[in-house]
């Protein structure tokens, strides 16, 4: 049985891995490698860090991080969610990306945005179902590990709320 919860310390080790898991799959992002705890911990807003667990393995995570530091967008996040390829096709992904709206929401937000590789279907799919759209492409925005040029789409979701 899955369960949605609050992103802990204890949590770090089982987050960096799944983060490095995605790096490797090099679908998710132009990272090489994983950041520390600490790195990881000091760019992601506390109150919009979740984690999807069956019992105690880690099947995913989401975390919003600010878009900017100036106060006119104090209510603009942007989130990342990864799934354990294992989990894939549970409905990780969505119970998490459901669970930071919620949060973001209650908080205030209004705007939540993704950046996505346009390869990445499966995700792109999710987003959208999920009231995001696609508001525009970084072609060739940056260099992969391979030398290879990647766009980036992308997208938001303007709360119906806030």
């Given at each position: 049985m899955?369960?949605?919860?609050?992103?802990?310390?204890?949590?770090?080790?089982?987050?960096?891995?799944?983060?490095?898991?995605?790096?490797?799959?090099?679908?998710?992002?132009?990272?090489?490698?994983?950041?520390?705890?600490?790195?990881?911990?000091?760019?992601?807003?506390?109150?919009h860090?979740?984690?999807?667990?069956?019992?105690?393995?880690?099947?995913?995570?989401?975390?919003?991080?600010?878009?900017?530091?100036?106060?006119?967008?104090?209510?603009?996040?942007?989130e990342?969610?990864?799934?354990?390829p294992?989990?894939?096709g549970?409905?990780?992904g969505?119970?998490?990306?459901?669970?930071?709206?919620?949060?973001?929401?209650?908080?205030g937000?209004?705007?939540?945005?993704?950046?996505?590789?346009?390869?990445?279907?499966?995700?792109?799919?999710?987003?959208?179902?999920?009231?995001?759209?696609?508001?525009?492409?970084?072609?060739r925005?940056?260099?992969?590990?391979?030398?290879?040029?990647?766009d980036?789409?992308?997208?938001?979701?303007?709360?119906?709320?806030?």
């Amino acid at each position: 049985m899955m369960a949605v919860t609050s992103m802990l310390p204890v949590h770090s080790d089982s987050v960096l891995d799944i983060y490095q898991l995605g790096i490797d799959a090099g679908q998710a992002t132009f990272a090489t490698e994983a950041p520390s705890w600490a790195e990881f911990d000091s760019g992601h807003l506390p109150a919009h860090r979740f984690v999807a667990l069956d019992g105690d393995q880690v099947l995913g995570w989401i975390a919003c991080s600010p878009t900017s530091k100036r106060a006119v967008y104090a209510g603009v996040v942007e989130e990342s969610v990864y799934v354990h390829p294992d989990a894939s096709g549970r409905g990780v992904g969505r119970a998490l990306l459901n669970a930071v709206i919620a949060s973001t929401e209650a908080a205030g937000v209004w705007t939540l945005r993704a950046g996505i590789f346009p390869e990445n279907a499966a995700s792109l799919g999710l987003h959208e179902k999920l009231g995001f759209r696609v508001v525009g492409v970084l072609e060739r925005v940056g260099q992969f590990r391979d030398g290879r040029w990647r766009d980036v789409v992308l997208l938001e979701r303007r709360s119906t709320v806030v």
